[in-house]
């Protein structure tokens, strides 16, 4: 199984984290919610997989690119 990092795509805060180590994840699908400039925006999955460990905490602020979630897929 490949690893895959997952960076967040833009500069925000951690709303909601939605899946821990250990949960199955679909491609698309939904890991965490950030925050920024008032809006939600979704971080999702490259690809089917295993949420390997999750690098943010809820409420951290992040940069963009930052590496937020490792997936085995």
């Known amino acids: 199984m490949a690893v895959v990092n997952v960076k967040s795509e833009i500069a925000g805060n951690v709303w909601k984290i939605q899946l821990k180590p250990g949960d199955k994840v679909e491609a698309?699908?939904?890991i965490m919610i950030l925050e920024s400039m008032k809006m939600e925006i979704p971080?999702?999955?490259?690809k089917a997989g295993t949420i390997k460990e999750i690098r943010v905490n809820e409420?951290?602020?992040i940069a963009e690119g930052q590496l937020v979630a490792v997936i085995d897929g």
Do not use: D, I, K, N
């Not at 971080?43 to 490259?46: I, N, R």
């Open 28 to 30: 698309e699908g939904e």
């Open 43 to 46: 971080v999702l999955s490259p």
């Open 59 to 61: 409420g951290e602020a």
